[in-house]
T-cell receptor, first 117, second 115 residues
Framework: AQKITQTQPGMFVQEKEAVTLDCTYD???????LFWYKQPSSGEMIFLIY??????QNATEGRYSLNFQKARKSANLVISASQLGDSAMYFC??????????????FGTGTRLTIIP | DTAVSQTPKYLVTQMGNDKSIKCEQN?????MYWYKQDSKKFLKIMFS???????INETVPNRFSPKSPDKAHLNLHINSLELGDSAVYFC??????????????FGSGTRLTVV
């Protein structure tokens, strides 16, 4: 079974609109962390935001917020007031644990976001 | 100052050759990783090292051999390169678990093309 599922292979959004990128996850570990990364066409992986499983509040970082619904096992990324520079691949990832020695990130398949002027 | 630097950025080589990719981090992290991103952009863990010790080896062919001379360096050597090895290889490092709110930091990637 997929541990991280991103069901939107591609999205087109008008500039200045808000956009929600979906991510659901599957784990039986009570402690885990959820991450979002941005990969522009230049190829680098840019860390955007983190949500811990025990965090009471949804994470926010500037225009990025994470809509964390633990019971539904979803961790959607919300980008407010989208900009042309937001066009990129976006990856949701999970780290289960903390389990020392198994600190890998498991990634979803990504969503390609295109912002239309 | 680049946090995680990997070289080379591009590598084009013939089948059967042996090649290495180098990675260095100056973040003081204890754990380093190699990830492979295939042509469909899927990212998968290959190896992780903690303080020079191999921790994760995710069913990678033994033609791939990571080496960590110290906790700031993790190199990847690939023997007898095959066409299917063509991909982008990312080095990454992560902070201690107590700082797990910090993201894993990735290098800029090495695009390997085997012809």
């Amino acid at each position: 079974a997929q541990k991280i599922t991103q069901t939107q292979p591609g999205m087109f959004v008008q500039e200045k609109e808000a956009v929600t990128l979906d991510c659901t996850y599957d784990t039986s570990d009570p402690s885990y962390g959820l991450f979002w990364y941005k990969q522009p066409s230049s190829g680098e992986m840019i860390f955007l935001i983190y949500q811990g499983s025990y965090d009471q509040q949804n994470a926010t970082e500037g225009r990025y917020s994470l809509n964390f619904q633990k019971a539904r096992k979803s961790a959607n990324l919300v980008i407010s007031a989208s900009q042309l520079g937001d066009s990129a691949m976006y990856f949701c990832a999970m780290r289960e644990g903390p389990n020392f020695g198994n600190e890998k990130l498991t990634f979803g398949t990504g969503t390609r976001l295109t912002i239309i002027p | 100052d680049t946090a995680v630097s990997q070289t080379p950025k591009y590598l084009v080589t013939q089948m059967g050759n042996d090649k290495s990719i180098k990675c260095e981090q100056n973040l003081g992290h204890d754990t380093m990783y190699w990830y492979k991103q295939d042509s469909k952009k899927f990212l998968k863990i290959m190896f992780s090292y903690n303080n020079k010790e191999l921790i994760i080896n995710e069913t990678v062919p033994n033609r791939f051999s990571p080496k960590s001379p110290d906790k700031a360096h993790l190199n990847l050597h690939i023997n007898s390169l095959e066409l299917g090895d063509s991909a982008v290889y990312f080095c990454a490092s992560s902070p201690p678990l107590r700082d797990r709110g910090d993201g894993y930091t990735f290098g800029s990637g090495t695009r390997l093309t085997v012809v």
